[in-house]
T-cell receptor, first 113, second 112 residues
Framework: SQKIEQNSEALNIQEGKTATLTCNYTNYSPAYLQWYRQDPGRGPVFLLLIRENEKEKRKERLKVTFDTTLKQSLFHITASQPADSATYLCALVEGGSQGNLIFGKGTKLSVKP | NAGVTQTPKFRVLKTGQSMTLLCAQDMNHEYMYWYRQDPGMGLRLIHYSVGEGTTAKGEVPDGYNVSRLKKQNFLLGLESAAPSQTSVYFC???????????FGPGTRLTVL
C-alpha cells in the first residue's frame, strides 16, 4: 500500500540545535516534495519545494534533502529558535498525476529555550 | 491582498442539516482545493478544481458537493451533515498543479 510517514509525532530540541525531521514514502514515485509549517488553529504555510532531480534545497536556516533511492526527505532547521515550534508537514506530488498533494501526518516540533 | 479567505470560521450543525462553506482567493489562481484535517489523519483532499466551471473528486468526496461558478470562489456543500463530518476544513489554491498551495485559515465544523 502507499504510505507517507513522518517518523516522529513529536520532536523536542534545545534552542540553538539543529532540528532534523524525516519524511519517508512507500510505493510512490514523487515528482515533487513540499514542506509546510502549521501553527495551532491556522492553515499550513508553504516553506520549500524540491524536485525529484534535486538533491538539496536551502532557504535561510532551512534545508531540505531528497533521496529517491532511500525514498526519503529530510528537513533541517539550523540554529533553531522557540519561534520555530510548530507542526511540520511533508507532502508529495506523484509523478504523472493530476498534481494533487498527498500529505503526511506531520511532526510537532518544540524548541525549548 | 487577502490571499485565501474562508467563511464561516466556526459552525455547529445538527445531524441532517445542510450548509455551505465559502472559499475565496484573490490571486487569480486556477487550482482550488478543499481538505479536511482530523487528529491523527493528516490533511485529506475532498474535492478540487482545475479552473472555473470544473470540479473533480479527491480522496474522501462522499457526503460533499462542490461548485466553482467563478474563478475566485470555491464552495463546499454538505447536504445532510453527519457526526463523521466533524472536522477542520481547509481551502487552498495554487497557480498551477505542482506549485505551492496557499491555505485559508480553516473552518471548524462540529456536527452533533
Amino acid at each position: 500500500s502507499q504510505k507517507i510517514e513522518q517518523n516522529s509525532e513529536a520532536l523536542n530540541i534545545q534552542e540553538g540545535k539543529t532540528a532534523t525531521l524525516t519524511c519517508n514514502y512507500t510505493n510512490y514515485s514523487p515528482a515533487y516534495l513540499q514542506w509546510y509549517r502549521q501553527d495551532p488553529g491556522r492553515g499550513p504555510v508553504f516553506l520549500l519545494l524540491i524536485r525529484e532531480n534535486e538533491k538539496e534545497k536551502r532557504k535561510e536556516r532551512l534545508k531540505v534533502t531528497f533521496d529517491t533511492t532511500l525514498k526519503q526527505s529530510l528537513f533541517h532547521i539550523t540554529a533553531s529558535q522557540p519561534a520555530d515550534s510548530a507542526t511540520y508537514l511533508c507532502a508529495l506530488v506523484e509523478g504523472g498525476s493530476q498534481g494533487n498533494l498527498i500529505f503526511g501526518k506531520g511532526t510537532k516540533l518544540s524548541v525549548k529555550p | 491582498n487577502a490571499g485565501v479567505t474562508q467563511t464561516p470560521k466556526f459552525r455547529v450543525l445538527k445531524t441532517g442539516q445542510s450548509m455551505t462553506l465559502l472559499c475565496a482567493q484573490d490571486m487569480n489562481h486556477e487550482y482550488m482545493y478543499w481538505y479536511r484535517q482530523d487528529p491523527g489523519m493528516g490533511l485529506r483532499l475532498i474535492h478540487y478544481s482545475v479552473g472555473e466551471g470544473t470540479t473533480a473528486k479527491g480522496e474522501v468526496p462522499d457526503g460533499y458537493n462542490v461548485s466553482r461558478l467563478k474563478k475566485q470562489n470555491f464552495l463546499l456543500g454538505l447536504e445532510s451533515a453527519a457526526p463523521s463530518q466533524t472536522s477542520v476544513y481547509f481551502c487552498a489554491s495554487s497557480l498551477l498543479s505542482y506549485n505551492e498551495q496557499f491555505f485559508g485559515p480553516g473552518t471548524r465544523l462540529t456536527v452533533l
